[in-house]
């Protein structure tokens, strides 16, 4: 299914980069917000910290400011975290 794109480990920067050039190769653009949604943060802040220098790497990613998303996470003591973000849109 389209969704087995979403089985990766999030260890590396690779992993993620490849993660984002699958989900392209079924749509023009995905949020940073969906692909969490099906693979949720484990790491945390310091995962979401990697995926926002991924995007501000990447210029065909668009920071929508007019838009915002709300990230979740469980933190270490199992208490849910979350951070208000523009949108950010990762294209082909």
Not at 15 to 41: N, Y
Not at 64 to 79: A, C, I, Q, V
Request: aromatic content about 8%; charged content about 25%.
């Amino acid at each position: 299914t389209a969704y087995e794109i979403y089985q990766c480990d999030w260890s590396s920067d690779v992993c993620s980069s490849d993660l984002i050039r699958k989900a392209l190769q079924l749509r023009p653009q995905i949020t940073l917000a969906e692909l969490i949604e099906h693979c949720p943060l484990e790491q945390g802040l310091t995962e979401l910290l990697a995926w926002l220098s991924l995007a501000s790497e990447n210029h065909k990613t668009l920071f929508d400011e007019n838009h915002r998303d709300t990230l979740y996470w469980m933190d270490s003591k199992n208490r849910q975290r979350s951070v208000h973000l523009p949108r950010i849109i990762f294209n082909r």
